[in-house]
């Protein structure tokens, strides 16, 4: 069986954003299967990582904000401001989707993961999720 449905976070600022138990709440999870996350954005995307120590979020922000600068004078999309073209290149090199097993009802993720959300405008917005759920 395949449930899919739309959901809507809550605004976030800039950064990386521990997601998962607001996805829970809008959620519910069957027994077995398998929950597929695919985020409508092209300058926010999706991560599993570390839930345990909040150091872990602002270390992201600072790597990917060395890998990719904002003001770069070799960026020609800039219409929507410094921080568009270099939303655009950090969602890519994350990911719009993935994928987590459910076992007994629950999220089979590792005791320290976490969903996050990568968000890399500097306007706070809320993002658009279409949750799968096969079972």
């Known amino acids: 069986m395949i449930q899919q449905k739309e959901i809507v976070l809550s605004e976030h600022s800039r950064g990386f ?3 998962t138990d607001e996805i829970l709440s809008q959620i519910d999870l069957p027994k077995a299967g398998i929950l597929n996350l695919f985020i409508k954005h092209t300058s926010a995307s999706l991560t599993i990582n570390e839930n345990f120590d909040s150091t872990v979020l602002d270390d992201f922000e600072t790597v990917f904000n060395l890998l990719v600068p904002e003001d770069m004078p070799y960026y020609t999309h800039t219409v929507e401001g410094s921080d568009d073209m270099p939303a655009h290149i950090k ?9 987590i097993p459910i076992t007994d009802g629950k999220l089979n993720l590792g005791e320290w993961q976490g969903i996050y959300l990568c968000e890399f405008r500097n306007r706070a917005r809320s993002r658009k999720l279409v ?3 096969y079972s």
């Open 17 to 19: 954003h521990l997601i």
């Open 91 to 99: 969602s890519s090199l994350t990911d719009s989707s993935i994928n």
């Open 131 to 133: 949750v799968t759920i």
